[in-house]
């Protein structure tokens, strides 16, 4: 068992990425499909518009008829019917004639300019026309929009209301996207109950099931909370299997202290193997990462912010391959708001407020529940660095999936 | 009837202000929570932590017992029993006693401060400490992370993960969140047809009723699409009633012809009033804001980016509103990539898309699915300029809630 042999956090993310998990996929009406993740490419299977199509109320011409309008010599264009949206023309326009045409409307044959109804002077059946049109005035051609073929959606997309509305504009109104991968979700700790449940003397409430449960969900997989486990091995044990039954991945947190952590690792490795025991990072030190009947598993550390930024560097990695999300985890670009001191030889991550493009470390100590619903993401300070300078430029990898 | 009569934005805006949506509140669990709007201001209902904890593995201590403590002379501690997290000490510690604690747990009584055990020399049923520890040493105190009766979230909050967590440490596990206001859409004409039927000569695709469905449904409302009606009044009416029994507000869009608005605004007429029909923006002068029944229904353009510009100009404001989110429409400030011209006497919005702090307008026309798809959001040309210069600094309206 690899007991507490401290790695990189490089050679951790190899172990991670090796895992594979399972790859579902379904379909689902476009109506159901706002927030899920596109599983293919999506091609349009039809042009936009699907034909010339007027973009104005008015008179559909043979531009070629009007190129010698002028005020001193107006043209005269017979008016032979009229075309609205949704209609065939059954006309075919001919020289010198002109349909009345709504805009959305189909353009007749030979036609390919419409002029606005403003723009001309009705006179029973003939428009008067000063100023000549040219080829494409008015219209929009077939494809012009979209084209036939074209790329629309990229495999990995989360859609938004753009992109549902884009796969309407084509037509599709089924879409292949990815199952959520189910992560099962324990929390540990004989000092820990569920909220709504009374507080004992000595007892806290729960807070990583539900943080790591709705971050899944966030992320667009699908977070179920097991429960809380006792600090002995058949509490453990129990949780773990019940939890291998619906997880396709299982994540711990806790517990505190030095000899929970040892536990966990040794019923993880007595079900299945430990990979990893022991990151160079602080917070996530004594993290585990291990594999039971071929599904990951995860033993994060207690402290909310410590297990919350090892979610965010270890498993969302993970969970964003399996849906077609590679290297999708949010970074931005900011400049720290005041020096900030680490110990050198310890690679250590900082939660941090972001106002505008100022990140504001928060220094409560991973203990403070608040420093991690305060904070929008973290920063890094490398091994070989003790501080930070007041307006440095950091990158900050955020709480936000 | 208000035919075409245009008034400016502003006043616009204060008509749709002044309707009342119904204020729904329902009690969800804390696992169905995620991404709801809190009805109310929620404050914690009791300390975190709730005792004075330990936040290392090591030995509860009277910190004044060690003041005297050094390496040329350490003081010696008695252990007298250890306390583990979830447990209440029966001990209380006298003069020169300690207790064994691990991290999380409740520290005895005149103990105020826990020294790591790394930092300690235990000999038998003795430590040996070399140095001195102050008083809340390696101790988290009762309220320290959060207070009991402090405001926690205020009304109009939409939950992420980091909100439940914190409803979580709190002990919270029932939330009052808004009902999701119901939004009944329509689209109209006779060439559009929906998304999976075949598109005959001269049809189009529905994207309005996707668009704002899902608009609808990603700013905290429930969509719902109610069909598209044919460019007659019978179609119209029996639509616009189907909407009125289902939805909170409703919402057409389209026609697209001059002849089909004012079919629209004659229907509601004569089923209600219309407050608004015009308004001084491009795109949105034909715009109908009216009242059914006493259910506010907006009549928005039908090319789709006119359509969700005035959705989002007029319509999420009041959806906000009623979901205690007055004034949250995002905005960003951005510089224009170049030069962009408009007409003299226009209040003109236009189509943007965000690179970075650049917004790079969309020059496609409104007509063009596309360039709402591509768009992030929209800047506004004021009526009384004509151009907007490249690098000069816009407002951006997101197009996102």
């Known amino acids: 068992m690899a007991f507490l042999k401290v790695i990189p956090l490089e050679e951790a993310l190899k172990v991670v990425l090796s895992f594979e998990l399972p790859v579902k996929v379904e379909e689902v009406d476009l109506a159901n499909a706002l927030g899920r993740i596109v599983a293919e490419d999506v091609y349009s299977p039809t042009d936009v518009p699907p034909f010339d199509r007027a973009t104005v109320d008015g008179y559909a011409v043979r531009a070629e008829d009007t190129f010698m309008a002028s005020e001193a010599s107006p043209v005269k264009l017979k008016v032979v019917g009229e075309v609205h949206a949704g209609e065939v023309p059954s006309i075919e326009l001919g020289k010198g004639e002109t349909v009345y045409i709504s805009t959305g409307a189909m353009l007749p044959k030979n036609a390919d300019a419409v002029i606005q109804f403003e723009d001309v002077e009705r006179v029973n059946d003939e428009i008067i026309i000063q100023k000549p049109a040219y080829p494409g005035l008015g ?10 073929g074209k790329l629309l959606i990229k495999k990995g997309t989360k859609l938004t209301f753009k992109e549902t509305a884009l796969l309407s504009a084509v037509g599709i109104h089924k879409v292949r996207v990815f199952k959520r991968p189910r992560v099962a979700v324990i929390s540990t700790g004989n000092e820990v109950v569920l909220p709504g449940q009374e507080l004992k003397p000595g007892q806290i409430y729960d807070i990583n099931g539900r943080a790591i449960t709705d971050a899944v969900n966030e992320l667009g997989g699908e977070g179920i909370f097991i429960g809380i486990a006792q600090d002995n091995r058949d509490s453990l044990k129990e949780l773990i299997e019940r939890a291998i039954e619906v997880g396709d991945l299982i994540i711990l947190s806790g517990g505190a202290s030095g000899g929970m952590r040892d536990l966990t690792a040794s019923v993880i490795e007595e079900l299945g193997e430990v990979k990893v025991h022991g990151i160079a990072i602080q917070p996530g030190k004594p993290t585990i990462i291990g594999i039971v009947k071929g599904k990951p598993i995860f033993g994060l550390p207690g402290y909310p912010t410590s297990c919350l930024t090892n979610f965010t560097l270890l498993i969302a990695p993970l969970l964003l391959k399996s849906l077609g999300r590679e290297g999708k985890v949010k970074k931005v670009k900011a400049k720290l708001k005041h020096k900030v001191f680490s110990v050198k030889g ?33 920063i890094e300070i490398p091994e070989n660095v003790e501080s930070l300078d007041e307006g440095e430029e950091v990158e900050v990898i955020l709480f936000s999936f």
Do not use: C, H, Y
């Not at 219209?139 to 036939?148: L, R, S, Y």
């Open 139 to 148: 219209v929009m051609k077939k494809g012009a929009d979209i084209e036939k």
């Open 346 to 378: 310890r690679r250590q991550f900082l939660p941090v407020k972001l106002e505008g493009n100022i990140a504001v470390p928060i220094l409560k100590g991973s203990g403070a529940v608040t420093s991690f619903i305060d904070a929008d993401g973290f």
